[in-house]
């Protein structure tokens, strides 16, 4: 008979409790421990590396409605001093995922596959999640816990195990998210290949990073740019750039006074600026516009979205659970994107000059990438629009 790579449900029990009171008992994998956070699901039918890895689920229990995981197991290093750790390439960027360690709070998922068979597996899902300190829970009906979140919105909740001590649903709450995801310093990062077409230099782009995805990074860079990182709350005048980038992250936009004020004085320069996702709240909120809480967000990598003007619809990769509110964009500003299936803002522009956003994303990893065509596009704004007004001679963010 044939080994069945699905792992029977023995060893601890545990269970997930929702703030509501309800219950989903299963079984532990990961680290042995109990841990709080907000529980949300995402719908995407693999890409579980790059889920647990992305800044935006920072502080929150991840659900997979796709019933098996753990078939490819982890891409890490087998061997030395460094088993277990992830690989990176010559910038210094975690190359399988999309920061250097595990971000959510805890994982559930139905099925766990715990023999995994892909060329490039050096560790299995859950001793992963043990190495990096994080529960997980499985052989529950994650596809009922999904449509409870559906109805109510999603709750806070905890995963207890069997044997380790119970904990407050609002323990562990990160109070500012994107301040713990945030880099701390400027750093530059110099491209490594030619000069593109005849221009004199590199383009220079600045990124807030605000708990960017690494693939953000491969992106830009794989364009030959100089890249600029700077963090959430950077606050010294006189930086120059081509370009500013406005990354995804955690939380509620409305938490980052400093990253709205930044972008507020980067408007009074006129220089392209482009956002994703936190990025797309965050210029809205400088612009005046308002923003709300989702009742369970987008998170996934099967969201249609339509162009408005062009009738295009697009399949695009999205983590977020705050929306731009519809009616409350300032004049100057329209709607660029629409989600398909429930009409929320999915992307907005100004009309006088190149600020544009969108809540999706074009570099999805592991895709769909449909719309990376809108980095290229920003790229050639930053290097050819040039300012139609003497706003001043150097750029003050």
């Known amino acids: 008979m044939k080994k069945s790579h699905i792992l029977k449900k023995t060893g601890r029990r545990a269970k997930l409790v929702l703030e509501d009171g309800s219950e989903y008992a299963g079984w532990s994998f990961g680290k042995a421990r109990s841990q709080a956070g907000e529980v949300v699901f995402t719908t995407g039918m693999t890409g579980y590396l790059q889920s647990l890895t992305d800044p935006s689920f920072r502080g929150q229990i991840l659900v997979s409605t796709y019933p098996l995981v753990g078939n490819y197991g982890v891409p890490v290093r087998t061997t030395g001093a460094g088993a277990g750790e992830p690989f990176f390439d010559d910038y210094g960027i975690p190359i399988h995922f999309e920061s250097g360690h595990i971000q959510v709070s805890g994982f559930v998922v139905s099925e766990l ?3 995994p068979s892909h060329f490039a597996s050096g560790s299995t899902l859950s001793a992963w999640l043990e190495k990096g300190n994080v529960p997980g829970l499985y052989g529950i009906d994650t596809r009922s816990l999904a449509k409870r979140l559906r109805e109510r919105g999603v709750m806070r909740g905890k995963i207890l195990v069997e044997g380790s001590r119970d904990i407050t649903i609002d323990s562990g709450a990160v109070l500012n998210p994107v301040a713990a995801v945030s880099p701390n310093e400027v750093k530059t990062f110099q491209p490594k290949g030619k000069i593109p077409h005849t ?5 220079k782009i600045a ?19 100089e890249l600029v990182r700077l963090p959430w709350n950077y606050d010294a005048p006189g930086l120059d750039y ?7 992250g955690p939380g509620d936009p409305k938490d980052c006074g400093k990253t709205i004020a930044m972008v507020r004085r980067a408007f009074g320069v006129g220089k392209p600026i482009f956002g994703i996702c936190l990025g797309n709240q965050i210029m809205a909120l400088a612009a005046g516009a308002d923003t709300y809480k989702l009742p369970y967000g987008h998170r996934g990598q099967n969201q249609p979205c339509v162009e408005t003007g062009a009738s295009r619809c697009y399949i695009t990769s999205q983590n977020h659970g705050y929306a731009v509110r519809n009616d409350t964009l300032p004049k100057g500003w329209e709607v660029w994107f629409t989600n398909a299936n429930d009409g929320t803002i999915e992307g907005i522009r100004s009309t006088e000059y190149p600020f544009s956003a969108v809540q999706f994303h074009p570099e999805g990893c592991p895709g769909p990438r449909d719309t990376e065509f ?6 050639e704004q930053a290097a050819h629009y040039r300012i139609p007004s003497p706003r001043g001679a150097e750029v003050q963010i």
Do not use: E, Q, T
Not at 199 to 203: E, T
Not at 207 to 224: M, P, S, T
Not at 242 to 248: A, E
């Open 242 to 248: 081509d370009g500013l980038f406005l990354s995804n």
């Open 374 to 379: 809108l980095i290229d596009r920003f790229i």
């Open 113 to 115: 596959c715990d023999n």
């Open 207 to 225: 990124l807030v990073d605000c708990g960017a995805k690494a693939n953000i990074y491969r992106c830009l860079l794989a364009r030959n740019v």
């Open 199 to 203: 221009g004199k230099k590199h383009l």
